[in-house]
């Protein structure tokens, strides 16, 4: 989910002179997503558990949660707040990480 790998790009913005950066899903990434993907997890175990398998949250339980979770929020930086977008933006223009 916080990997800077091709699959975890979510956009690309130009700047008004000219230079581009790309935004990662960790960039926008709140609280609520890291719950979601635990509660995304939880509930296939579950129904894994229930269905004769094994109990425990497996790592493709995870990757599967963050797969969903990706899914769900392709359109994130479409609705995201303008304001969060350029406080991200003028952290990462003043040399501070996000």
Same mark, same amino acid.
């Given at each position: 989910?916080?990997?800077?790998?091709?699959?975890? @790009?979510?956009?690309? &913005? =130009?700047?008004?002179? !000219? /230079?581009?950066? &790309? #935004?990662?899903? +960790?960039?926008?990434?709140? !609280?609520?997503?890291? @719950?979601? &993907?635990?509660?995304? *997890?939880?509930?296939?175990?579950?129904? @894994?558990?229930? %269905? %004769?398998?094994? +109990? %425990?949250?497996? *790592? !493709? /339980? #995870?990757?599967? *949660?963050? @797969?969903?979770?990706?899914?769900?929020?392709?359109?994130?930086?479409? =609705? =995201?707040?303008?304001?969060?977008?350029?406080?991200?933006?003028?952290?990462? *223009?003043?040399?501070?990480? =996000?």
């Amino acid at each position: 989910m916080y990997s800077l790998s091709e699959e975890n @790009r979510f956009l690309e &913005v =130009t700047y008004a002179n !000219g /230079d581009k950066e &790309v #935004l990662y899903f +960790k960039d926008f990434s709140l !609280g609520r997503h890291d @719950r979601s &993907v635990v509660r995304r *997890a939880k509930k296939l175990a579950l129904k @894994r558990l229930i %269905g %004769g398998g094994e +109990k %425990g949250i497996s *790592a !493709g /339980d #995870l990757l599967n *949660a963050v @797969r969903e979770e990706f899914k769900e929020n392709e359109d994130l930086p479409n =609705t =995201t707040n303008p304001g969060r977008l350029a406080k991200i933006a003028a952290r990462r *223009a003043s040399g501070s990480s =996000t």
